[in-house]
């Protein structure tokens, strides 16, 4: 089945940093997003790209949908203590019928020291 | 909105019992999906429902699970007999259409333990 990669699998970083985040795929996908999860909760949508090459920001976030649409990175500029978490990113495939689903990466922990 | 509702938050049970998974969608959504999250495998897509109809359940691990969707409102998500590597998170996830309309929203998970 459909596999997405993503990296690094943990970043320790210092309050105030950048982040950068990546996945990648052998399969083409038709919308990727990145979703964060807190501790005890379901997994929230940050950002959605529908269009291959197309470059989308949501407040410090900005995400990019490869132009192969076989990759997408996710960055967060000036990072602070709510960041922590995890971050995944997830590719939908459509059929006829509808959403075929997500497909996940295996997430990125972030973890933040202050 | 409520969002998604999922129940119980957290089972714990003898291995070989009956266990029930429950999920209220959002209203209007009209695409449902299970999903099981563990350590090791990440987040899987067991199943997903369109207008109701059970779609794809090829993520389904086996045939102790099943899964129904009555009407658009409630989904049932059943294992029977369970074993302990039944044990993980199962979200459920609803979704508008082709899921464009703001992607999907997922519930707070149910934490089954199977001992």
């Known amino acids: 089945g459909q596999q997405l990669n993503q990296n690094p699998q943990s970043m320790f970083i210092q309050e105030g940093e950048d982040v950068s985040m990546n996945c990648t795929s052998s399969?083409?996908?038709?919308?990727w997003l990145w979703y964060k999860q807190d501790p005890g909760e379901g997994p929230v949508l940050l950002i959605a790209?529908?269009?291959?090459?197309e470059l989308t920001s949501n407040g410090r976030l900005t995400a990019q949908f490869g132009i192969t649409r076989k990759d997408s990175f996710l960055n967060i500029s000036a990072s602070i203590p709510s960041d922590v978490g995890i971050y995944f990113c997830?590719?939908?495939?459509?059929?006829?019928?509808?959403?075929?689903?997500?497909?996940f990466g295996k997430g990125t922990h972030l973890i933040i020291q202050p | 909105d409520a969002g998604v509702i999922q129940s119980p938050r957290h089972e714990v049970t003898e291995m070989g019992q009956e266990v029930t998974l429950r999920c209220k969608p959002i209203?209007?959504?009209?695409?449902l999906f299970w999903y099981r999250q563990t350590m090791m495998r990440g987040l899987e897509l067991l199943i997903y429902?369109?207008?109701?109809?059970?779609?794809?359940d090829s993520g389904m691990p086996e045939d102790r699970f099943s899964a129904k969707m009555p009407n658009a409102s409630f989904s049932t998500l059943k294992i029977q007999p369970s074993e302990p590597r039944d044990s993980a998170v199962y979200f459920c996830?609803?979704?508008?259409?082709?899921?464009?309309?703001?992607?999907?929203?997922f519930g707070s998970g149910t934490r089954l333990t199977v001992v």
């Open positions: 996830a609803s979704s508008f259409s082709f899921g464009i309309v703001g992607g999907y929203t």
């Open positions: 399969s083409i996908f038709n919308t």
């Open positions: 790209l529908y269009k291959a090459g």
């Open positions: 997830a590719g939908e495939t459509y059929s006829g019928g509808g959403a075929d689903g997500l497909t």
């Open positions: 209203s209007g959504h009209n695409s």
């Open positions: 429902f369109n207008n109701n109809v059970p779609i794809d």
